[in-house]
């Protein structure tokens, strides 16, 4: 898919207007700190929910027109948005991050593409940080649409981060946008290495 051609277009589905509730939640009965990396962070809203939950966050996302609306709808985070791409980092994101906050970067992936995914985790995240994930399970898809959004089954989450990460919460959210009630999982995930 081309990300840059959907935000010229305005074709950007993913979008509602405002940060993941379950995300938002989780931000709210846990006391989440240091850097945080939101990649696909699209139009920035889970970037500025971080840092007004006291994260130093920083958005990447591959589509520069995206980058730029975020920076438009969040001038005084504008820094924060960085165009480039999770699966070859910047080198100064290389190892820099305590947190990762994902949604809904994962679902727009194709499931070739989730190695590559898990790669690009591996090279932001420090040792012990944590992966906090509000999944998209079981998107409402057409008949005969495969995705974006690509369905992702929890055995598969599982089966992606089964060696070098172990599960600190897992849940099925009650709270979610209208479209995706009970079809969200939310689940952290600390990679293994020293704190």
């Known amino acids: 898919m081309d990300w840059e051609e959907s935000y010229k277009k305005g074709e950007v589905m993913w979008n509602q207007g405002a940060p993941s509730p379950p995300m938002r939640q989780y931000l709210e009965r846990h006391a989440v700190r240091g850097r ?30 995206g980058v730029a609306v975020a920076r438009t709808l969040y001038p005084r985070l504008a820094e924060r948005f960085v165009a480039g791409d999770l699966f070859d980092p910047p080198e100064q994101m290389r190892g820099d991050f305590d947190v990762i906050l994902e949604h809904p970067c994962m679902s727009g992936l194709h499931p070739r593409l989730r190695p590559d995914y898990r790669r690009g985790i591996d090279l932001t995240l ?28 929890v055995p598969d989450l599982t089966a992606l981060f089964a060696q070098g990460y172990e ?11 209208g479209t995706r009630v009970g079809r969200e999982r939310v689940r952290v995930l600390r990679r293994a290495g020293p704190r």
């Not at 990396?37 to 027109?65: F, K, N, R, S």
């Not at 940080?129 to 495969?146: C, F, K, Q, S």
């Not at 599960?167 to 946008?177: A, G, K």
Request: one cysteine or more.
């Open 126 to 153: 420090r040792p012990g940080g944590l992966l906090i994930g509000v999944w998209y399970i079981r998107p409402d898809l057409n008949p005969g649409a495969e995705g974006p959004p690509f369905p992702f089954s």
């Open 167 to 177: 599960i600190v919460d897992d849940y099925v959210p009650d709270v979610s946008f």
């Open 36 to 65: 945080a990396l939101v990649p696909g962070c699209g139009y920035g809203h889970e970037v500025a929910l971080a840092v007004e939950h006291g994260l130093d966050a920083t958005g990447l996302d591959i589509a520069p027109t």
